[in-house]
């Protein structure tokens, strides 16, 4: 059975094909592609984030990969290792919500999860907390996103939710602060508010290397 279009449809259906083609096309290539962030080479000086200590620094990114940094922060904590934290962004957004946690702890095996809006000195951060524990240690992680120089909870729904945008206007990155590691039994919230201090000081310093302001747009 042949299918006949009329003329009218026709036009109407290569001007469709036309309008939302050449965007895609000309986004898989990364043409479209747009970065709001000044300056994303120094997001990788966590050395300004306080009581941080680099340990790595992409220096030459891989495609699309805009950075990825890493390092430890001494939480004084005894008998366990200094927490891990990674700053990374992408254009690739499978890279960053595939498993955040495991960018600082491989290997956490998540028992509990929760999600809060945590406050300090009238900034709010969306932040999700993973947590595996057993009688002597406790493991966790802690991570925010940042889509378009503003935390999220959810990349997923922000980016659904634009997407049209994002179909004529290109991609933009995603970006994910994330800090985990161990504590005893008895320091896990000492470690804890050690560590969402830490996150609040990220956060920062990307919003001041990406030129962000208070309130970004």
Not at 83 to 111: K, N
């Amino acid at each position: 059975m042949r299918l006949r279009l009329s003329a009218r449809f026709a036009v109407a259906l290569l001007a469709l094909v036309a309008v939302t083609g050449v965007p895609v096309a000309v986004h898989d290539r990364g043409l479209l592609d747009t970065d709001r962030c000044q300056d994303p080479a120094a997001l990788r000086t966590t050395l300004l984030i306080p009581g941080s200590r680099p340990i790595f620094e992409e220096r030459d990114p891989k495609p699309r990969e805009i950075l990825f940094a890493m390092g430890e922060l001494d939480t004084g904590a005894r008998a366990v290792p200094p927490l891990r934290y990674a700053i990374a962004r992408s254009f690739d957004p499978t890279w960053i919500t595939g498993r955040p946690a495991g960018l600082v702890l491989p290997r956490l095996e998540t028992q509990e999860r929760a999600f809060r809006w945590e406050q300090r000195n009238g900034e709010s951060l969306p932040i999700h907390w993973l947590h595996e524990s057993s009688r002597a240690v406790s493991r966790f992680a802690a991570y925010f996103f940042v889509v378009d120089g503003r935390p999220v909870k959810s990349p997923t729904t922000t980016v659904l939710g634009d997407a049209l945008e994002r179909l004529v206007g290109g991609a933009r990155p995603l970006g994910v602060v994330v800090i985990g590691g161990a504590a005893l039994a008895r320091d896990v919230g000492k470690v804890e508010d050690a560590a969402e201090d830490w996150l609040f000081a990220a956060w920062d310093h990307y919003r001041t290397a990406c030129g962000y302001g208070a309130d970004p747009v």
